[in-house]
């Protein structure tokens, strides 16, 4: 991929493809050491996150769901149609430049994330669809992200030829290896599941720092544009969106695991995001933007957990007033 860097007055080249930048992206000269680093590190985030997501499925639960696919249908269709929606509605009321849109818009475009399976749990969803859904989406997305980026690029001028598809596609291939390699080793080796997972963790937590480390040095003369009005809105509204809507969908749709759904429509794979941005494209060409899935997992954590504790209250009040009826078989809305 041939890029040079956009600025004011200067056009940045994507595959052959010209884009006028308005000096959002700033100036990032990352050593090569450094950012070979960086790549490395982010790879390997991804790779321990999906192997231990891959740990906590199992093959039968798999084949239930999708032998009964309406849950897993009715999410899919709102985490690729809301979220891809929202990112582009977003894009075109705040006026984002054409770097900018191509980062909220592979945000938007991405399958669900692994923490949707830990908040689906907080508010009591259906883990099994969860889990499921998670996997499936990022499947889906190998076809589905690049063709809603493609398609939502058209509405950028200059951007439809700047999405690196190649390099998204990659990256969700050797997304579903790791998660492949969990699923096996949860499937014929069951008593090494808890292990690879602790293990994993404990690599993950390790490696995430010293990648914010690193990541704080390659971008401290040009974090501050990252903080930008425009992303921190977006980066606010969009879960909140995602969220909301999920859980219409899923009303409207009849489909009993409302809570779940929308937990899964609202979380974003953020480690996923982050790959694509970082290894996809240049410093030089993405700037410190690569840092906006930071921004997005911050505000989504904040929310989804504040829709946690509502729903812990709601619990909490609704309990003195339900009587026997709680010994009663319900739906887990």
Not at 258 to 283: D, H, W, Y
Request: hydrophobic residues 50%.
């Amino acid at each position: 991929m041939n890029e040079t860097t956009g600025y004011v007055g200067i056009t940045t080249t994507y595959n052959g493809s010209n884009i006028t930048g308005n000096g959002s992206t700033g100036i990032l000269i990352i050593p090569k050491p450094l950012n070979i680093a960086i790549n490395i590190l982010t790879v390997i985030i991804l790779f321990i996150t999906m192997i231990s997501l891959g740990c906590t499925m199992e093959i039968s639960k798999i084949r239930a769901h999708l032998l009964k696919p309406k849950g897993v249908a009715i999410a899919l269709l709102a985490q690729f149609c809301v979220m891809p929606l929202t990112a582009f509605s977003l894009t075109k009321i705040y006026q984002m430049d054409p770097i900018k849109a191509i980062t909220v818009l592979i945000c938007g475009c991405c399958p669900g994330g692994s923490l949707s399976n830990i908040f689906s749990f907080s508010v009591k969803g259906d883990m099994n669809l969860s889990i499921v859904m998670t996997t499936c989406s990022s499947i889906a997305a190998l076809v589905l992200m690049p063709l809603l980026l493609y398609i939502f690029s058209h509405g950028f001028t200059g951007v439809k030829n700047a999405v690196p598809y190649v390099g998204i596609i990659t990256t969700l291939v050797f997304t579903l290896v790791p998660c492949a390699v969990g699923i096996l080793i949860n499937h014929y080796k069951p008593n090494y599941s808890s292990t690879v997972t602790k293990v994993g963790l404990s690599i993950l937590i390790i490696a995430t720092i010293v990648l914010s480390v690193l990541s704080g040095l390659a971008v401290k003369d040009v974090m501050w544009m990252i903080l930008m009005p425009d992303l921190l809105a977006v980066a606010a509204l969009m879960p909140l969106i995602g969220f909301t809507l999920g859980y219409v969908v899923s009303v409207i749709c009849g489909l009993c695991p409302r809570r779940t759904i929308s937990m899964e429509t609202g979380c974003q794979n953020i480690q996923l995001c982050t790959t694509i941005l970082k290894v996809a494209f240049s410093p030089q060409a993405i700037g410190p933007l690569f840092l906006f899935p930071l921004l997005y997992i911050t505000f989504q954590c904040a929310e989804a957990l504040l829709l946690v504790l509502c729903f812990k209250c709601y619990q909490t009040v609704r309990a003195p007033h339900r009587g026997y009826v709680m010994q009663q078989p319900s739906c887990s809305c």
